[in-house]
């Protein structure tokens, strides 16, 4: 049942809870939505605002419009899976095993090459940076500072390389990676379980030893799948 929506940016809102119900599946792929005036009726929108959330969605690639037909949700095939909202949302119906399994190995295609790139060009006031980060992990006193010092760590990690394209796809994956750090430090039983892990990147990254920081940062992942799936080892 759709919602009608809040009066706060109206066409966003309207993005927001029809994007929400397709991603997670709430709205099946296939399934048509009510015709125009219906729908715009219950949001509780002008029909201008729905229009325009529309175009949001079908650039999205959530839905397709067409004239005779009216508008289809499409198979998630068809998402821009690395849109930041798609994003968001996925999360936010979260966990999926097959979303989670997905992560995981995005980060493992990532995270390592970024690692050893990180050593080689890394400057000095970057390693102050990415040290600062370390710092804030080891001194968090819940799950909340941990995860946000988490991610502060990997986002400096990928602008260590210098590589502006790594460094922009932070912005498109931060949500996607924060909501795996919180599952994973959750599941870990201790959730600075990981530390020793990010200290040996730490260390890899200051000494300029790109294998080195590759193979510290391939372990981390194994150790995040581990505690996702209920089979990591917890530390006192």
């Known amino acids: 049942m759709v919602k009608p929506v809040g009066a706060r940016s109206l066409h966003n809102q309207v993005v927001h809870e029809l994007g929400q119900l397709i991603v997670s599946g709430k709205l099946a792929p296939g ?6 005036d219906l729908l715009a009726e219950q949001l509780q929108v002008s029909r201008t605002a729905l229009r325009e959330a529309m175009k949001v969605l079908v650039a999205k690639g959530l839905i ?22 798609v994003l968001a949302w996925r999360c936010a119906s979260m966990p999926t095993d097959s979303f989670v399994e997905q992560l995981v190995e995005m980060r493992e295609l990532i995270e390592p090459g970024a690692a050893a790139a990180a050593a080689r060009r890394r400057t000095d006031a970057q390693v102050v940076e990415l040290k600062a980060a370390y710092d804030a992990m080891a001194a968090s006193e819940d799950l909340d ?25 932070f912005s498109v994956i931060e949500t996607a990676l ?14 600075k379980s990981a530390l020793p892990h990010h200290e040996k990147v730490y260390q890899a990254v200051r000494r300029g ?19 996702i799936r209920g089979t990591g080892k917890t530390r006192p």
Do not use: C, Y
């Open 31 to 36: 399934e048509g939505l009510p015709r125009e």
């Open 64 to 85: 397709e419009s067409r004239q005779r037909t009216g508008a289809r949700v499409r198979e998630a095939v068809h998402w821009k899976q690395l849109d930041a909202e």
């Open 145 to 169: 500072a941990w995860a946000e010092a988490d991610l502060s760590f990997h986002e400096i990690l990928l602008k260590s390389t210098n590589n502006s394209l790594m460094v922009s796809l």
């Open 178 to 191: 924060g909501t795996f750090f919180l599952l994973s430090a959750r599941n870990a039983g201790n959730f």
């Open 209 to 227: 030893q790109p294998e080195v920081a590759r193979k510290a940062m391939l372990d981390m992942v194994a150790e995040s799948r581990a505690n």
